[in-house]
Every structure is written in C-alpha cells, then in structure tokens.
C-alpha cells in the first residue's frame, strides 16, 4: 500500500526518475497514490511550492527544468497545480483519475502508462515508452529505446534515436522520427510526417480519406494499396528505408 494524496482540480502530475521503471495507472478514483511511501511528493502551483512531503533529490532537477521548459507552449497548463513525484532509484508506480494529464521524465528505466489519460509528455534517455490511450495529444522522446502507442485522440509527436516507433491509432496531425529503427502509424486523417535514417514506414488509413504522399529515399522503394488523394498529407523522408501505405 503506497502515500494517496490529493490532486486539486485541473491539477496534472509530474513523475522524475533517476534509475528504475516508472508505471502510471489510470483508474476510477478521486486521489493520487504513489508506491514506495517513501518517495519525494511535491504539491506546487504556477512554479511554487506549496506542501513539500519529503526532501528532493538535486540529480532530478535538470528533468523537471526540461519537462517545465517543454510545457511552455500552453500557457494555460504551466499555471496549473502540479503534484510532483520524485525517485532516485528504485522502481516506482503512481495510480491517478482516469483522464489526468501526466508528464515522466526517466533518465534509466521504462516508462508504462495503463489506462486512458488526458494529454502525455513523455522521455527518456535509456528505456522504452509504452502508452496505452490519451484523449488528448502526446509528446514522448526517448534516446535509447522503442516506443509503442495504442490511441491518440490530438496530435503525436514521436521520436526516438535508437529503437523502432509505433502508433496503432492517431485522431490529429502525426509526426514521428528515429535514427536507427522503423516507424508504424495507422492514421484516421490528420497530417503525418515521418523521417527515418536507417528504417522503414508503415502506414495504415484507418478512415475513408485518401493522403497526398510525398515519399524521398535514397534507396527505399514505396508500395501504394490505398486511393491516394488530397484529403491529407503523408510525408516520409528516409536515406535508406521503403514506405508502405495500405487503407481499411
């Protein structure tokens, strides 16, 4: 049994990692818990504190200055109460209300959301990113790792620099990136862009809209199986990688 607290309302959470797993739990329930007890639980708005529970670990600072830094294009969301969690080492798991806005900055260990979220900041240096659903958009990054999302009801932008990167359903626009690994997205008709080094594409239409495909590859070939058209744009670039595009 961990610490439950309170999350105010339009209040979001923060979880930063040091070393070790981090997985949130969206559930029916009212209150935060947060397991082991014994992890650092900040309750701050518009960026001050407001009820420190247990001394905070310096090593963390520099994730939560990034994820700060990252949320400033929505003003609104930067003035929000923010229940922060912090861990050194150790895995952890944070059990919130289903539709909570979260953001998890992990320096070494995955990253698992279950459950039906709100909006997603997500990264990581050394560990895979593995999201169940947000309502509303994701942004998740990682530098040494996959990264796998079931639904996105705003736009996502993905990206990871060593490790393959997929999206089963994305209502809005789309963009994903990875150096070294392969992308797959199934799009319901937003704008997708996509850029691969060293990996192919794989796109699904998951609507009865037809894209304007703009492929570029050195050495990668394309392979059309839907009605292309103009109803949305599907950018790939790859220096050697091939595209494949299918419908419903």
Do not use: W
């Amino acid at each position: 049994m961990g610490s439950q607290y309170d999350l105010p309302e339009n209040g979001r959470i923060r979880v930063l990692s040091a070393s070790g797993s981090v997985t949130v739990f969206a559930e029916e329930r009212s209150d935060i818990e947060v397991e082991p007890a014994n992890r650092t639980v900040e309750l701050k708005e518009s960026g001050r504190h407001r009820h420190r529970h247990r001394r905070g670990q310096g090593i963390l600072d520099h994730f939560r200055k990034g994820s700060q830094d990252s949320e400033r294009d929505d003003a609104p969301p930067e003035r929000r109460p923010v229940l922060e969690v912090k861990s050194k080492s150790g895995n952890i798991e944070v059990r919130c209300p289903i539709g909570t806005d979260v953001s998890v900055g992990a320096m070494s260990g995955s990253v698992k959301l279950i459950g039906t979220f709100g909006s997603l900041k997500i990264s990581t240096v050394s560990g895979s990113i593995d999201i169940d659903t947000a309502t509303g958009n994701v942004d998740a990054r990682c530098v040494s790792g996959s990264i796998t999302v079931k639904s996105v009801g705003g736009r996502a932008d993905v990206s990871s620099k060593s490790g393959r990167v997929r999206i089963d359903r994305v209502e809005g626009a789309a963009h994903a990136s990875t150096i070294s690994g392969g992308v797959e997205i199934g799009t319901v008709g937003g704008d997708v862009e996509l850029k691969m080094v060293s990996g192919g594409a794989k796109v699904k239409v998951l609507s009865e809209k037809h894209p304007r495909i703009r492929f570029s590859s050195l050495s990668g070939k394309m392979r059309c199986e839907c009605t292309q058209g103009s109803d949305f744009d599907l950018k790939v670039k790859s220096i050697s990688g091939s595209l494949e595009v299918t419908g419903r």
